[in-house]
């Protein structure tokens, strides 16, 4: 497995969670990482994005004032803290690892994804 997802679960709206994303060091050390999200029906969309060193980091906007994303190179792991969760931000999230050193919001900019991770948020 190159890419595990995890920390997903069921809150409530104005609950915080916290995804982490347990990357291959092949796979990690130079490559943008991102997370994505797909609820039922949509199509996977872009929640935010962090170059491979951390320096440049990106959001969907509706996201942008609650999630905070972040990387721990040496551990090899990325994170998603997520704060005053909304209904609509329910979906599986998965994280991907970009072909280059940057985070683009295209999905068909990332060759590796994990498994996903489900998060529910209950209104």
């Known amino acids: 497995v190159q890419l595990q997802a995890s920390g997903g679960g069921l809150v409530q709206t104005g609950d915080s969670l916290r995804l982490s994303c347990a990357a291959s060091?092949?796979?990690?050390?130079?490559?943008?990482m991102a997370w994505f999200r797909q609820a039922p029906g949509e199509e996977r969309e872009f929640v935010a994005g962090i170059d491979w060193r951390g320096g440049t980091i990106s959001y969907k906007d509706s996201v942008k004032a609650r999630f905070t994303i972040s990387r721990d190179n040496p551990k090899n792991m990325l994170y998603l803290q997520m704060n005053s969760l909304k209904p609509e931000d329910t979906g599986v999230y998965y994280c991907?690892?970009?072909?280059?050193?940057?985070?683009?919001?295209?999905?068909?900019?990332?060759?590796?994804w994990g498994q996903g991770t489900l998060v529910t948020v209950s209104s």
């Open positions: 991907a690892a970009a072909r280059r050193a940057i985070a683009s919001r295209q999905a068909h900019d990332y060759n590796y």
């Open positions: 060091r092949r796979l990690f050390s130079n490559n943008g």
